[in-house]
């Protein structure tokens, strides 16, 4: 079920395989925007790394995951949502996880909250 870099979605859109509409990248992370959005606003912040899940974190990724909170509202100021915004990580089967590459949901207006 978890899947590896090479059959990884995600991944694919790192190496630029294939298109996503890309709104912040740096070094470590890039965010884009879903592609079946559920709110007006619907980004994924994802490391540039292959990390499964949330329950694959290691204490090594520490400096990478403090860096992806740092960032993640500075992509919501980017994005203009001033007002605030809802973030979303959904991890495992029993979390609804669909895409095994760790991503933070950043959503805001009106849309279907939360999504199940
Ligand atoms: P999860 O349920 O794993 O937390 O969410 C995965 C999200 O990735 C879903 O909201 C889905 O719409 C989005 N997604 C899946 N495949 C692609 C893709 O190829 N490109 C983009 N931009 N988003 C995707
Ligand atoms: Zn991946």
């Known amino acids: 079920m978890t899947a590896t870099t090479n059959d990884c979605i995600f991944c694919k859109i790192v190496a ?3 298109p996503a509409n890309i709104v912040y990248e740096d070094e470590h992370c890039i965010a884009f925007k ?4 559920r709110a007006d606003t ?3 912040l994802i490391p540039r790394k292959h990390i499964a899940s949330l329950m694959e974190l290691q204490d090594t990724d520490k400096e990478l995951f403090g860096h992806m909170m740092i960032t993640l509202p500075k992509v919501a100021k980017q994005l203009g949502l001033d007002n605030g915004y809802r973030t979303i990580v959904n991890t495992g089967p029993g979390g609804g996880q669909e895409v095994y590459h760790v991503h933070f949901h950043i959503l805001a207006g009106k849309g279907k909250l939360p999504f199940a």
Do not use: A, T
């Open 34 to 37: 879903d592609i079946n959005p």
């Open 16 to 18: 630029g395989d294939i």
């Open 42 to 44: 619907h980004v994924l």
